[in-house]
């Protein structure tokens, strides 16, 4: 029996039309005969709705805590591993007034971002890449006029 088919059977039993649930969930009457015909699920505010309308019991929150080591391992891991990058710009901001820095060092740096950023979405590559590369040389640009 699917997740549908259980919301259906509560319904029926309780007497009530999709129309009453719908209106309880502040959804339409399409919304949750798609979510019994298993076209769609609901989303977590619509899903804590629907549980108290056709009061469903309430889920344990065991799943929930098993999921949090998994996240807390992986901000630290994720810490970690981006602390040397975090350190680097450090140093590139303590040395930014000499030209080799502005131009060489950072933009060396964006390069390597922008490959690695190439790796995850390949759509959107050439487009932030080009607006940081202008964004970066039109700023620096800037300031050096102020300077001289």
Do not use: C, H
């Amino acid at each position: 029996m699917t997740a549908g088919d259980e919301l259906r059977k509560r319904r029926i039993a309780l007497g009530k039309t999709q129309q009453e649930v719908a209106d309880e969930v502040f959804v339409t009457r399409q919304t949750i005969s798609k979510w019994e015909l298993g076209k769609s699920e609901p989303d977590f505010i619509s899903a804590e709705l629907l549980r108290k309308a056709l009061q469903l019991p309430t889920p344990k929150k065991e799943a929930v805590w098993m999921k949090q080591p998994k996240n807390w391992l992986g901000l630290v891991v994720f810490g970690i591993m981006f602390l040397p990058f975090r350190m680097g710009w450090v140093q590139i901001k303590k040395y930014q007034q000499y030209s080799v820095v502005r131009f060489v060092i950072v933009p060396t740096v964006i390069v390597l971002y922008a490959l690695y950023m190439y790796s995850l979405k390949v759509e959107v590559f050439y487009v932030v890449l080009a607006v940081t590369i202008i964004a970066y040389m039109g700023t620096s640009y800037y300031f050096q006029q102020r300077e001289e």
